[in-house]
């Protein structure tokens, strides 16, 4: 028992376990203030029916001399929160509970009623509102405690008593989400047809039709006060309806209940039992109370039933409803959540949005994170223009509502974001993986031991080829650590220009000049060479380093379709006497494939257009000597400008560009991230310079980690996998949903194979997955190995077996 005053009145607040440890009369509060789905009698077949392993609370508020303040239902359950995903599929959820048994599901102790209708907290009189949520609130904080609840929340406020909710709560950490909507009506007719009177000739029709069931049909409808006999047959039937839910976990309803509902509500619930020929094919149950609410509780389905779609029995028992109550003199109908499409067409039909409180037990990251998912992920019902605009108006609202920071705030967007921190509240975080060993065939990694390494991008092997390694090291003990300068002024050594040398003869281009890193080269070289009035050309699936160079510059900035040559030239047509430039990826990152630079360089010839070039994926696995796309398909000297980056192949740090000498030189002068960036260390340019020694020397390894990547996707394929091979050290296995691409990447590594895991914004959501590459040093035996691994999860991974 807790005791709160507030001006000398003190307020004692109980909580109980049982209903049979209260007495039903001073459960009750007076004067008709309990809603029917809080009434003593409507909470007890919840309880003695012990559906969904219900933990139930009763919560009492009284003033000291006993007076009644406020009654409130909680109960502790376990909840799936990823059954409110919509773009997880039932088989890919199973998949992801099979490897993970705690993803995404938790314990919450809620404050609502199961009917979904009403406030949570029922009061002596609304201005005990601000006396009683707080207490409500502590006893809540105290029982999450108790019984190891993960989240509290408190359902179903109405928009009228929304800002009064929100002013009471959030200073005690709970953040507002849109719920599931209700629809209701408000009863003004005499009759069911006065109520279809209101409705045109279109509308009117079919729910006028509806109730022609027995003539068209054959279907008879028994209106039943007394139903314990049928509650194994309802259970039955309500049970195809949870099944082919999509929208939420439902309630697990048992015979039990609706026997209990039968015995505790005799005289203020009746059901609608639908047979076809004698056999019961559909049922509809509704309760109602004190109050002026009448309300549709639950109903169910024989699907099988051959006239199941042509018949609408949903359609007819709200008819059949609403005429119920009409007949029982109630002010309002309440038809719950979902089906949002048929109750619509009742006349009178209005969706409600409701708000849930969300506070998780500890954490107030999680509290924010769930808030913002259920935002998300909870559906929203397709509604008419004027119903819309209003639910708009709350979902933007409580959008603002849910901002831990002001909107002046610049560190809002942060509070915002729930990608990540949703994975982490799910369990399936796994970026930043820590590895204790150079990254070979094999690498350890932290608690996990050696596990096979597909996801690299040390295509040769290089970083860790005695002299890479070995070269790396001379340069530190020669030059020091770092040059701690910009390579304009004191940072510039003759390793850098003897790489850079290299470079440029290796490429076959005038000039080169180096940047600290290969994003840093993109943005040094298109910032400085394109500016406001200027036209960049992009393919769709450039690299992320070349949009952002892109919008750094201030030039305008256009897409083609990803290697549609068809569509570029028409956007070369219509931007033709602009200045331009064509900017693509050699070989796309994410996807392996390689780009058409045959056609781009003959297109550019004829537009007047130039070209820049993104080598970084294909230097050293490419053309002659490793040269790159550009060389493989004879086009290098067309290209007007090449990037290159160091931390593939050439196994170090560091980025270039090269091309003609008064190009490099502008760059070299303007290039920001070049000028104001401290020069490449000692020991990355003597690593590249060893790495494209050996390249040269070595050549079978271009070979080697081009065989590896076609035998993997060769062997990958035959096990249902999508894999892609397009000639490159790339190969994507795609799986079509993010989250199942950051489960399966970590059930991937504990099963002992890295791969890196992709989703947007790095590729589209259609395809996540999982990004393989290759390096020369691979060993035949861990390749097998990992496709051993593959095979005993393809069952969950591919569309074959996803689909079972």
């Excluded at 909710?165 to 003004?188: N, Q």
């Amino acid at each position: 028992m807790n005791v709160d005053t507030d001006n000398d009145r003190p307020t004692l607040a109980r909580v109980y376990r049982s209903l049979r440890d209260i007495c039903p009369d001073s459960w009750n509060l007076p004067g008709g203030r309990m809603p029917t789905g809080l009434g003593y009698d409507f909470l007890r077949p919840v309880e003695d029916s012990g559906i969904n392993d219900l933990k139930h609370y009763y919560f009492m508020a009284d003033l000291a001399d006993g007076q009644p303040l406020g009654r409130a239902n909680l109960y502790s359950v376990c909840f799936d929160l990823a059954t409110t995903d919509r773009k997880l599929t039932p088989a890919w959820r199973t998949t992801i509970k099979r490897w993970f048994p705690g993803f995404m599901t938790f314990r919450f102790l809620e404050c609502g009623l199961l009917t979904m209708v009403s406030n949570p907290l029922a009061l002596r009189s609304d201005t005990d509102l601000e006396r009683v949520l707080p207490v409500l609130a502590g006893q809540m904080d105290q029982l999450a405690h108790d019984d190891g609840s993960d989240f509290l929340m408190i359902r179903d406020v109405d928009p009228e008593h929304y800002q009064r909710y929100l002013d009471i709560l959030r200073p005690l950490g709970f953040r507002p989400a849109l719920g599931f909507s209700r629809v209701d009506t408000t009863i003004s007719w005499s009759s069911v047809e006065e109520a279809l009177g209101c409705l045109s000739h279109k509308r009117r029709l079919p729910l006028k039709t509806s109730l022609e069931f027995r003539e068209r049909f054959g279907i008879e409808v028994e209106e039943l006060d007394e139903y314990a006999e049928h509650a194994p047959v309802l259970a039955r039937l309500w049970r195809n309806v949870k099944t082919e839910a999509k929208d939420y976990q439902r309630e697990d309803l048992n015979p039990e209940f609706f026997a209990a509902c039968s015995r505790h509500l005799h005289g203020r619930s009746r059901l609608w039992l639908f047979r076809y020929q004698g056999t019961p094919i559909a049922f509809f149950l509704n309760v109602w109370g004190a109050d002026e609410n009448y309300i549709l509780l639950e109903w169910g389905i024989d699907r099988d039933f051959e006239h199941y779609r042509k018949a609408n029995l949903y359609r007819a028992a709200l008819m059949l409803s609403l005429k119920d109550a009409i007949s029982r003199d109630k002010r309002r109908m309440e038809m719950g959540i979902t089906n949002y499409f048929t109750k619509l067409r009742i006349p009178g039909a209005r969706v409600i949005p409701t708000i849930y409180f969300l506070r998780h037990s500890t954490d107030p990251v999680h509290t924010a994170t769930l808030a913002r998912m259920m935002m998300h992920n909870i559906q929203r019902p397709t509604l008419p223009d004027d119903m819309s605009e209003e639910f708009c108006r709350w979902e933007e609202r409580i959008r603002l509502d849910q901002d831990g920071l002001p909107e002046h705030d610049i560190f809002r967007k942060i509070d915002r974001q729930h990608k990540y921190t949703g994975l982490k509240l799910g369990g399936v975080y796994g970026f930043y993986p820590r590895f204790t060993g150079p990254q070979r065939s094999t690498v350890k990694a932290a608690e996990l031991g050696e596990i096979v390494l597909l996801g690299t991008n040390s295509y040769l092997g290089l970083a860790t080829h005695p002299e890479v390694v070995e070269a790396s090291a001379e340069a530190t003990r020669r030059y020091g650590t770092g040059c701690s300068g910009s390579p304009l002024l004191n940072g510039t050594l003759d390793l850098h220009v003897s790489l850079e040398q290299e470079l440029a003869c290796f490429l076959g281009k005038p000039a080169a000049v180096l940047c600290s890193t290969g994003y840093q080269s993109n943005l040094a070289a298109i910032s400085a060479l394109c500016e406001s009035g200027d036209m960049i050309i992009q393919d769709a699936l450039n690299h992320r380093s070349l949009f952002d160079a892109a919008r750094l510059s201030g030039a305008d900035f256009t897409l083609y379709r990803h290697n549609d040559m068809d569509h570029l030239a028409r956007v070369l047509r219509r931007t033709e006497g602009r200045r331009r430039i064509i900017v693509v990826d050699a070989v796309f990152s994410m996807e392996g494939t390689v780009a058409d630079l045959a056609t781009i360089a003959e297109l550019a010839d004829r537009h007047g257009c130039r070209v820049y070039v993104d080598e970084s994926h294909a230097l050293g696995v490419l053309g002659p000597d490793g040269r790159g796309a550009s060389a493989a398909l004879g086009v290098l000297a067309r290209m007007d400008v090449v990037m290159g980056t160091f931390s593939k192949s050439f196994a170090s740090v560091g980025g270039f560009i090269a091309g003609d000498r008064p190009v490099v030189d502008y760059i070299r002068h303007n290039g920001s991230g070049h000028v104001f960036s401290a020069s490449l260390p000692p020991a990355a340019a003597a690593a590249t310079h060893a790495a494209l020694r050996v390249s040269r020397r070595e050549p079978d390894r271009r070979a080697r980690v081009l065989a590896a990547a076609e035998y993997m996707a060769t062997g990958l394929a035959r096990q249902g996998y999508q894999a892609e091979y397009h000639g490159t050290a790339i190969v994507p296995v795609i799986l079509g949903n993010p989250t199942v691409a950051h489960a399966g990447y970590l059930r991937l590594m504990r099963s002992g194979v890295y791969v890196n895991p992709v989703a947007p914004p790095a590729v589209p959501e259609e395809r996540s997955g999982f990004r393989t590459s290759y390096l020369a040093d691979h060993r035949q035996s861990d390749l097998d190995r990992a496709l051993h691994v593959f095979a005993g999860l393809a069952e969950d991974l591919t569309p074959q077996g996803a689909a079972l």
